[in-house]
């Protein structure tokens, strides 16, 4: 079984630049969750994407925006980088079905710097 | 507003010492779950608690969900030097999770 993958591991970018980031979900999953991780703090919801549609956004900006593909995969785009943008982003794979526990399994995570 | 409280916010003790790590909340969360994440890598999955009162046991780790699910623990008991790492509460909330502000543990040896 493979697990959730992402890349790159690493990036450096410049204020206003546009990036993408990618991610590989886990075998048997549908769905794709995305996280902003600030230096010291928790994750913090970005979107989730399910059936190749947005499920559900959190508080961050239009120029955050996602894709996810036939085969589950999924890219996220940041639109006219900040300097806040900065972190590292999280990929979770999970498998939506009925009855509890929205259990999400976490990729490595990109690291991006914006200079 | 932060809906997921953590304390203590770090944590440093010696090998064989025990530790309990509060998550506390005003909401109800339809289930709670607890992650280790480590420096570079991406947080690691737990434990899972469904059931107001719920008590799950991981070898040295014991979880427990409130009665209004509204608040977790998580007890480690003879830490070691591999528990070292950030301890993530995260509650969810209609197909999200919601992350609480993290415990920083470092054991000693």
């Known amino acids: 079984e493979t697990g959730v993958t992402q890349s790159p591991t690493h990036l450096i970018k410049t204020r206003g630049q546009q990036v993408t980031l990618r991610c590989s979900s886990q075998s048997g999953h549908n769905t794709v969750s995305w996280y902003q991780q600030a230096l010291g703090q928790g994750p913090q919801f970005i979107f989730q994407y399910y059936r190749e549609e947005e499920n559900g956004r959190g508080n961050f900006p239009p120029r955050f925006s996602g894709l996810q593909f036939p085969n589950y995969s999924s890219e996220l785009n940041v639109n006219a980088l900040e300097l806040d943008d900065s972190a590292l982003y999280l990929c979770?794979?999970?498998?939506?079905?009925?009855?509890?526990?929205?259990?999400?399994?976490f990729g490595p995570g990109t690291r991006l710097t914006v200079l | 507003t932060q809906l997921l409280e953590q304390s203590p916010q770090f944590l440093s003790i010696q090998e064989g010492e025990n530790l309990t790590v509060y998550c506390n909340s005003s909401?109800?969360?339809?289930?709670l779950q607890w992650y280790r994440q480590e420096p570079g890598e991406g947080p690691v999955l737990l434990v899972t608690?469904?059931?107001?009162?719920e008590v799950k046991k991981l070898k040295r780790l014991t979880f427990q969900f409130g009665d209004a699910r509204k608040d977790s623990s998580l007890h480690i008991t003879a830490a070691q030097p591999g528990d070292t790492g950030l301890y993530l509460c995260?509650?969810?909330?209609?197909?999200?999770?919601?992350f609480g502000t993290g415990t920083r543990l470092q054991v000693f040896p």
């Open positions: 909401s109800v969360f339809s289930s």
């Open positions: 979770a794979s999970s498998s939506l079905t009925s009855g509890g526990g929205n259990e999400q399994f």
């Open positions: 608690v469904v059931t107001g009162g």
């Open positions: 995260a509650g969810d909330r209609t197909d999200k999770l919601i």
